[in-house]
């Protein structure tokens, strides 16, 4: 049975793709390598894994404004994740996923998603009205 | 969102492509946090390093520079931040010439847009410091909490695409830190050790940063006793703000909006002492005495003409390792009233390069380590060391002085 989490209203068109999660933050200059599509920040919870195409989801965004720029250039190599889904966003990151067309929500009404999501699971994100649908909650 | 007749044409596309392009960022961004409008800028600083716009971004640009004047000239003084390759010097680094040309590519089209290339990310040390209440749309952290928490001012971190919307309509969305209720305080630190060099400051603001932990966090300090100078609020904000995504800080007695804590409603949350331990377990994590260094950087914030005063200073009469290089980043003006003051020739006899309009973690710091071999870094700056650890260095904290000290040893002193 599937499972539906309210959130803020967000960014970008509709996605459905793969979870990645983690209890860790998020900024695209200081966590990844993008050419290689994977998070090299050694002290990084996700350090090794990649991100292309997967449904990110983690704490908040940390660090600078360089990911506003680099959302867009990620996505224009397609080496980029499919969505963003965050406990709270930052600007930067709204910035940068409304330039890229990047799927983006946070403020989840029921509480830290990223316990509420576990890596694996199938998710589809509806940013317009601010609803993710886990569609094989492990824990429904 | 409420939209002024203006923006409303801007819109409608009445205005060109490039205005429509920047309304319809605006409004996206400004649903996302509920702004009910958008509010007027005085300013605009934008953050657009070749490495982070890649191709895609500087097409994105030049398509703007392609449009007719009056469809593509920004309204208000538009500067921009640091670039990521120093024309006169990138060979040596080993930056491409790939990497050059897309610097020259996107420079062309920022002129055509009426953007001042001052490359810099002490705009409010060297070009013109916002006024207290003085609604900004600027980039770079370092800025935007400098600005913010000294100056008074009103800015949200604007990633570039965004400063160049708020170039090219005059607006930026009003939510935030544009918001009275936004810049009260949520945490309350109190500080029993006074930072004394740059590195200290860096080091409190780091670890404020950090613990506050969020865009959306307001600290208030107690408890310094003097006045900082602008370099030292300088690192105190880059580090707090590159730790934890935070726009804005207080100091009771010092920072403009907080005489005292009731300034900013902080009297009823509870004090969280930053301790002398917390100060050095932080520095611990960035300590390696005695390993050989690399390389020296101090950039991030690139450095203002008294900084490199006292890098100069520290150089005079001595030599750097020959296996250990030493870089400093600093604004194009002040590099004119570094060399006339003989801060330049002694930073070179010393065997140390300065660059112009860049800043190191800025200039594909990735590809320049592994063209020269270098991933022992030792910096000054708590920013830059944050940074870095995701780029392939081992980065290091030191002050000014035994940074200088390690560059002649050839290790960490």
């Given at each position: 049975?599937?499972?539906?989490?309210?959130?803020?209203?967000?960014?970008?068109?509709?996605?459905?793709?793969?979870?990645l999660v983690a209890n860790d933050n998020f900024s695209a200059r200081y966590d990844l390598d993008r050419i290689g599509g994977v998070f090299s920040r050694p002290e990084h919870a996700l350090a090794g894994q990649?991100?292309?195409?997967?449904?990110?989801?983690?704490?908040?965004?940390?660090?600078?404004?360089?990911?506003?720029?680099?959302?867009?250039?990620?996505?224009?190599?397609?080496?980029?994740?499919?969505?963003?889904?965050?406990?709270?966003?930052?600007?930067?990151?709204?910035?940068?996923?409304?330039?890229?067309?990047?799927?983006?929500?946070?403020?989840?009404?029921?509480?830290?998603?990223?316990?509420?999501?576990?890596?694996?699971?199938?998710?589809?994100?509806?940013?317009?009205?601010?609803?993710?649908?886990?569609?094989?909650?492990?824990?429904? | 969102?409420?939209?002024?007749?203006?923006?409303?044409?801007?819109?409608?596309?009445?205005?060109?492509?490039?205005?429509?392009?920047?309304?319809?960022?605006?409004?996206?961004?400004?649903?996302?946090?509920?702004?009910?409008?958008?509010?007027?800028?005085?300013?605009?600083?934008?953050?657009?390093?070749?490495?982070?716009?890649?191709?895609?971004?500087?097409?994105?640009?030049?398509?703007?520079?392609?449009?007719?004047?009056?469809?593509?000239?920004?309204?208000?003084?538009?500067?921009?931040?640091?670039?990521?390759?120093?024309?006169?010097?990138?060979?040596?680094?080993?930056?491409?010439?790939?990497?050059?040309?897309?610097?020259?590519?996107?420079?062309?089209?920022?002129?055509?847009?009426?953007?001042?290339?001052?490359?810099?990310?002490?705009?409010?040390?060297?070009?013109?410091?916002?006024?207290?209440?003085?609604?900004?749309?600027?980039?770079?952290?370092?800025?935007?909490?400098?600005?913010?928490?000294?100056?008074?001012?009103?800015?949200?971190?604007?990633?570039?695409?965004?400063?160049?919307?708020?170039?090219?309509?005059?607006?930026?969305?009003?939510?935030?830190?544009?918001?009275?209720?936004?810049?009260?305080?949520?945490?309350?630190?109190?500080?029993?050790?006074?930072?004394?060099?740059?590195?200290?400051?860096?080091?409190?603001?780091?670890?404020?940063?950090?613990?506050?932990?969020?865009?959306?966090?307001?600290?208030?300090?107690?408890?310094?006793?003097?006045?900082?100078?602008?370099?030292?609020?300088?690192?105190?904000?880059?580090?707090?703000?590159?730790?934890?995504?935070?726009?804005?800080?207080?100091?009771?007695?010092?920072?403009?909006?907080?005489?005292?804590?009731?300034?900013?409603?902080?009297?009823?949350?509870?004090?969280?002492?930053?301790?002398?331990?917390?100060?050095?377990?932080?520095?611990?994590?960035?300590?390696?005495?005695?390993?050989?260094?690399?390389?020296?950087?101090?950039?991030?914030?690139?450095?203002?003409?008294?900084?490199?005063?006292?890098?100069?200073?520290?150089?005079?009469?001595?030599?750097?390792?020959?296996?250990?290089?030493?870089?400093?980043?600093?604004?194009?003006?002040?590099?004119?009233?570094?060399?006339?003051?003989?801060?330049?020739?002694?930073?070179?006899?010393?065997?140390?390069?300065?660059?112009?309009?860049?800043?190191?973690?800025?200039?594909?710091?990735?590809?320049?380590?592994?063209?020269?071999?270098?991933?022992?870094?030792?910096?000054?700056?708590?920013?830059?060391?944050?940074?870095?650890?995701?780029?392939?260095?081992?980065?290091?904290?030191?002050?000014?002085?035994?940074?200088?000290?390690?560059?002649?040893?050839?290790?960490?002193?």
């Amino acid at each position: 049975m599937a499972k539906v989490l309210n959130c803020h209203v967000g960014i970008g068109p509709r996605a459905e793709g793969e979870a990645l999660v983690a209890n860790d933050n998020f900024s695209a200059r200081y966590d990844l390598d993008r050419i290689g599509g994977v998070f090299s920040r050694p002290e990084h919870a996700l350090a090794g894994q990649s991100y292309v195409d997967r449904i990110l989801v983690l704490n908040t965004a940390k660090g600078g404004v360089a990911t506003a720029w680099m959302l867009y250039e990620m996505k224009s190599r397609g080496i980029a994740p499919k969505a963003l889904l965050l406990n709270s966003a930052n600007t930067i990151l709204a910035q940068g996923a409304a330039l890229a067309d990047m799927t983006l929500c946070d403020r989840f009404d029921a509480g830290d998603v990223t316990q509420l999501i576990k890596t694996g699971d199938r998710v589809k994100v509806a940013p317009e009205v601010g609803e993710v649908t886990i569609l094989n909650p492990s824990d429904p | 969102m409420k939209l002024a007749p203006e923006a409303e044409a801007m819109l409608a596309g009445e205005m060109g492509a490039a205005r429509k392009w920047a309304v319809e960022h605006q409004l996206q961004v400004g649903r996302m946090f509920d702004a009910r409008d958008l509010v007027e800028v005085s300013q605009a600083h934008m953050m657009a390093d070749p490495e982070s716009t890649g191709e895609a971004g500087v097409r994105l640009v030049e398509g703007f520079a392609a449009l007719p004047a009056e469809e593509r000239r920004v309204v208000i003084p538009m500067i921009t931040d640091p670039r990521g390759v120093d024309l006169d010097y990138y060979d040596p680094l080993g930056q491409t010439e790939d990497m050059a040309n897309m610097e020259r590519r996107f420079i062309a089209a920022c002129q055509s847009l009426g953007i001042t290339m001052t490359n810099t990310c002490i705009n409010y040390q060297t070009i013109m410091p916002p006024v207290r209440g003085d609604h900004v749309a600027y980039g770079d952290t370092g800025v935007v909490i400098y600005s913010n928490s000294i100056c008074g001012a009103r800015s949200n971190f604007e990633g570039g695409p965004s400063a160049l919307a708020a170039g090219l309509t005059g607006y930026t969305p009003r939510y935030g830190l544009h918001l009275d209720e936004s810049r009260r305080a949520t945490r309350r630190f109190k500080v029993n050790r006074q930072p004394r060099e740059l590195t200290d400051w860096g080091v409190l603001g780091a670890v404020i940063g950090k613990r506050a932990g969020s865009y959306w966090e307001v600290p208030v300090i107690e408890g310094i006793e003097t006045v900082p100078t602008s370099d030292q609020a300088k690192h105190l904000g880059a580090a707090m703000a590159s730790y934890g995504s935070t726009p804005l800080f207080h100091i009771v007695g010092i920072t403009p909006e907080c005489e005292t804590i009731d300034d900013v409603g902080g009297a009823g949350l509870p004090a969280e002492e930053v301790s002398k331990e917390d100060l050095n377990d932080f520095r611990g994590t960035f300590g390696a005495a005695g390993e050989k260094v690399d390389v020296v950087v101090f950039a991030a914030p690139q450095l203002s003409l008294i900084e490199m005063g006292a890098v100069a200073e520290h150089c005079r009469g001595r030599k750097r390792h020959a296996d250990t290089a030493l870089l400093v980043c600093t604004p194009a003006s002040v590099y004119v009233d570094a060399k006339s003051a003989g801060y330049v020739d002694a930073i070179e006899d010393f065997g140390g390069r300065v660059l112009q309009g860049t800043c190191f973690y800025q200039q594909f710091a990735r590809e320049i380590g592994e063209a020269n071999g270098w991933t022992r870094l030792l910096s000054n700056s708590t920013k830059i060391v944050n940074i870095l650890g995701g780029y392939g260095y081992r980065p290091a904290l030191a002050s000014m002085e035994d940074c200088i000290a390690s560059a002649e040893a050839g290790r960490i002193v």
